[in-house]
């Protein structure tokens, strides 16, 4: 079967029934889509099918052959960061990150279909996304601040190469 | 002020929302196999046979591992710090929880493990359970734990408890107007970290083991792993603190091990990924607490003494209950100073999953007792909850249960600050309490006889 996977195109040879988180993970080696629960449950399996977010656990591969397939992979690079990737960083959404690769995927969907900043719904988009670690309101504030498009300064929070303190305004006291 | 308002720099923040970040599950290396567990379907049952044979003959299986494989089969976690050890590592003659593991089985995918963990023939004789630590002390009880039954016993002197007892308790309840007692039970609750227990563990030329772990516990977990495979720690390195959330869930060393020794046996790299029912269903969860609290209190709204019983229920086997009972007693009086103390605390064993620790090992469950106690007292004695919890507040050069002298007690600024966050009234008086040491006339005398005497040691 067939699949354009972050805009390359692959012939893949799994099973027809295998799943699309399966397909990625252990045949194409993309492995930002993780196997949380592996039954719909989480979230973190999300990737876009046709520009529309789907739990690839639940997704069998063979009612997706043909269809373009995007992962967070493909969404940016550290060079070059879509809005929502900032928007996670700037707002500190990731902590242990296990569920960003989905939550980032859910709501670049979100933020393309025009979503707004209203929290109710971001939290809609995102339902049945769980995050152990943050407690959602980093990730609700991320996403707002990328559905707005928020000016945002990451280099004070991305930085892996300068491990200095640094201090924002009004905090040098 | 430098870092308290700034915008930390986060090394890891461009890895994680770009799908860098590589997590165990992630590893890829070549030849790498797959691995599943054989677990119990019982609570609690004797295996009067384990006959592995029809697995290893399946096509795609590369070992199958049982208790006469691993080394040192009975360890503890807590073996280090001189704790008998209780826990084979895979069940021999007994399965002492539903989900214990039995067997491993590594093979080429993870479908063909699983099949294999299916034809492995085992017989069970199921045997009655345990699940209520209030039943465990009667002499009809089934015994749980073989190396201690069914409470831990070993304490120092030889005690079967751990005891705290500070003060004069008699003297306390003797002057008590008022004696409030209650029952307080905490559920055992997962941690539910995204990232499920998982290893990947490869077999260097050398003969060396590398070890890719979620552990939350790196050093700890070698030492364990290095107990049971019965190496030294100079052949085993360990590559992690890339942990998908673990929350107290992965200080237990959970796949580490048993993977460790598939790689051993099959001499190819193993990785083994419980699934979320495993995850749910055998991983060390939080334990419940059982907490028996009495309160001697002055009329005026003093805690004059405490007596405490808890019983917590550990699982099948140890593991750091022990530790987290100790935790738990010396921290009994929460963020009051009580100076008469009388605590036992019994770390009993029942036909459950393991208990482990969870953000606050032996204290959260702790504190909602302690807190909806003191509500309760305050109600009783009809005075203000929050100036009862600020007259027996802790403050500098108290002593706790355990008698350290707090340095720096937070217990008043807490209380003030909720306060004023939910709009409760304080009077001039408590506002303008300190956490500084009570003045020698402040004090009460049961107070007095414990600071100004030097601590009450
Ligand atoms: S792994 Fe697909 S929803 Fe959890
Ligand atoms: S950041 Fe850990 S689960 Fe969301």
């Known amino acids: 079967m067939e699949l354009t996977v972050n805009s390359v195109s692959c012939t893949v040879q799994s099973p027809p029934l295998t799943s699309l988180l399966n397909v990625l993970r252990e045949e194409l080696d993309i492995t930002s889509p993780k196997a949380g629960c592996e039954s719909g449950g989480c979230g973190a399996c999300t990737v876009l099918v046709d520009g529309q977010p789907r739990r690839s656990c639940l997704t069998a591969l063979c009612t997706v052959d043909g269809a373009a397939v995007v992962t967070v992979e493909g969404l940016g690079t550290p060079e070059d960061l879509s809005r929502v990737q900032q928007a996670f960083i700037h707002h500190y959404a990731a902590q242990c990150g296990f569920c960003s690769d989905g939550m980032v995927v859910a709501a670049t969907a979100y933020v393309n279909a025009g979503g707004s900043d209203d929290t109710d719904a971001i939290r809609e988009a995102l339902a049945g996304h769980f995050c152990r670690c943050t407690g959602y309101v980093k990730i609700l504030e991320a996403v707002a601040a990328a559905a707005r498009g928020d000016e945002l300064d990451i280099d004070s929070t991305a930085s892996s190469a300068n491990n200095t303190y640094v201090t924002i305004a009004g905090a040098e006291s | ?457």
Not at chain 2, 109 to 123: E, F, K, N
Not at chain 2, 192 to 208: F, S
Not at chain 2, 275 to 299: C, F, K, Q, Y
Not at chain 2, 405 to 411: A, I, N, R
């Open chain 2, 1 to 457: 002020m430098k870092v308290v308002g700034a915008r930390l720099p986060r090394y890891d923040g461009v890895g994680h929302v770009t799908g860098r970040t590589t997590y165990v599950d992630d590893v890829r290396l070549p030849g790498m196999l797959h691995a599943a567990a054989l677990r119990s379907p019982h609570h609690h049952a004797r295996i009067t046979h384990l006959d592995t044979s029809a697995a290893e003959a399946m096509a795609g299986v590369h070992a199958v591992i049982t208790h006469a494989d691993v080394p040192l089969l009975v360890y503890g976690h807590l073996s280090g710090g001189g704790i008998p050890g209780d826990e084979p590592l895979l069940a021999k003659d007994h399965a002492r929880y539903r989900g214990q593991p039995i067997a491993l089985v590594a093979a080429d995918t993870v479908d063909i493990a699983r099949a294999a963990c299916a034809a492995i023939d085992v017989g069970y004789e199921e045997l009655p359970a345990l699940f209520d630590v209030r039943l465990a002390f009667d002499d009809d009880a089934p015994v749980v734990n073989d190396a201690f039954g069914n409470w831990y016993d070993q304490y120092e002197g030889n005690l079967d408890v751990r005891q705290i007892r500070k003060g004069d308790i008699e003297a306390a309840f003797d002057a008590a107007d008022l004696i409030v007692s209650g029952v307080y039970r905490t559920q055992s609750q997962e941690q539910v970290p995204l990232e499920t227990q998982v290893c990947v563990a490869v077999p260097e030329p050398d003969g060396r083991l590398t070890i890719h772990t979620c552990t939350q516990a790196m050093y700890f977990s070698l030492g364990v792993v290095c107990s049971h495979l019965q190496l030294p720690m100079s052949q085993v390195k360990m590559v992690g603190g890339t942990v998908g959330g673990g929350f107290g869930g992965k200080v237990d060393t959970a796949s580490d091990t048993l993977t460790a020794l598939a790689a051993q046996k099959t001499e190819r790299p193993v990785k083994w990924r419980w699934t979320r029912e495993e995850e749910m269903l055998a991983s060390g969860n939080r334990g419940p607490w059982h907490m028996e609290i009495i309160d001697a209190v002055s009329r005026d709204g003093w805690i004059l003494g405490r007596k405490m019983l808890t019983i917590h229920d550990a699982g099948a086997y140890g593991r750091f209950s022990v530790y987290g009972v100790t935790k738990h007693s010396f921290h009994h009086t929460g963020a009051y100073t009580i100076p008469n103390l009388h605590f036992d605390g019994y770390v009993v064993f029942t036909n459950r999953i393991p208990t482990t620790a969870m953000r606050g090992y032996g204290i959260t469950g702790l504190s909602t007792a302690i807190e909806v106690h003191a509500e309760r007292v305050a109600r009783e004695l009809g005075m203000d909850p929050y100036e009862f919890r600020l007259k027996n507040a802790n403050r500098v050069n108290d002593t706790s249960p355990n008698r350290i002298p707090y340095e720096d007690p937070s217990t008043v600024e807490v209380l003030q600050s909720l306060a004023s966050a939910t709009g409760s009234e304080l009077s001039d008086d408590l506002r303008a309490m300190t956490r500084d040491q009570r003045s020698a006339d402040m004090l009460p005398d049961h107070l007095a006889a414990q600071i100004g005497s030097g601590g009450g040691h």
